[in-house]
């Protein structure tokens, strides 16, 4: 049973516009999330998070929205760049556990096209 | 100078056989991870270590024995190799065990088991 996911495979987007990728989570005690971005042969590197007491986290180009009613999240890159293109994975864990792992979609490969 | 390395990259080996696959981290990490990318492209913790104590332990078969000699290091273990063990294995280490650190991932084994 997969709690997280991230139902596009695949996004083409034209570079400049904007990219909007998506991931839903069933677990309702997660409170915190992450994206991530891995290159091929490479891996997964850290990109933004945000904490369930916030619906809105954003770092220069990238924003992350959190929808907790609707178990939703998606990263916005505007504009988008060609070097953006890569696998990108959504992440989620329960804070106040005393180990914690994170769960992670199956990944969305987004292509920039010029 | 990498912070994560895994050794060997690539692992092609046949059903039965044992094999180790080695990580080494030079952040001065506490915590560190072993994660299975399946089939699927789902990424899925399997152990942690947190100052070479074992902190999570997944559902994964005992033929999969993590060992960490100090905190800098947890290689991984597999005896009696099937089919279904083929799969790209990721490192991560973090500074401690809750996600108020981030993770860095090594770049991955990918094993495959003919």
């Known amino acids: 049973d997969q709690q997280v996911k991230q139902n596009s495979p695949s996004l083409s987007v034209q570079e400049g516009r904007i990219s909007i990728l998506n991931c839903d989570y069933t677990?309702?005690?997660?409170?915190?999330f992450l994206w991530y971005k891995k290159y091929p042969a490479e891996g997964p590197t850290f990109l933004i998070s945000?904490?369930?007491?916030?619906d809105k986290n954003e770092d220069g180009r990238f924003t992350v929205f959190l929808n907790k009613s609707a178990k939703h999240l998606s990263l916005h890159i505007v504009p988008s760049q060609p070097g953006d293109s890569a696998v990108y994975f959504c992440?989620?864990?329960?804070?106040?556990?005393?180990?914690?792992?994170?769960?992670f979609g199956q990944g969305t490969r987004l292509t920039i096209n010029p | 100078d990498t912070a994560v390395s895994q050794t060997p990259k690539y692992l092609v080996t046949q059903m039965g056989n044992d094999k180790s696959i080695k990580c080494e981290q030079n952040?001065?990490?506490?915590?560190m991870y072993w994660y299975k990318q399946d089939s699927k492209k789902f990424l899925k913790i399997m152990f942690s270590?947190?100052?070479?104590?074992?902190?999570i332990n997944e559902t994964v078969p005992n033929r999969f024995s993590p060992k960490s000699p100090d905190k800098a290091h947890l290689n991984l273990h597999i005896n009696s190799l099937e089919l279904g063990d083929s799969a790209v294995y990721f490192c991560?280490?973090?500074?401690?065990?809750?996600?108020?650190?981030?993770?860095?991932f090594g770049s991955g084994t990918r094993l495959t088991v003919v």
């Open positions: 270590y947190n100052n070479k104590e074992l902190i």
């Open positions: 945000i904490s369930s007491i916030k």
């Open positions: 991560a280490s973090s500074q401690g065990p809750t996600l108020n650190y981030g993770y860095t």
């Open positions: 992440a989620a864990s329960a804070l106040g556990e005393g180990a914690q792992k994170l769960v």
């Open positions: 677990n309702s005690m997660f409170d915190y």
């Open positions: 952040l001065g990490h506490d915590t």
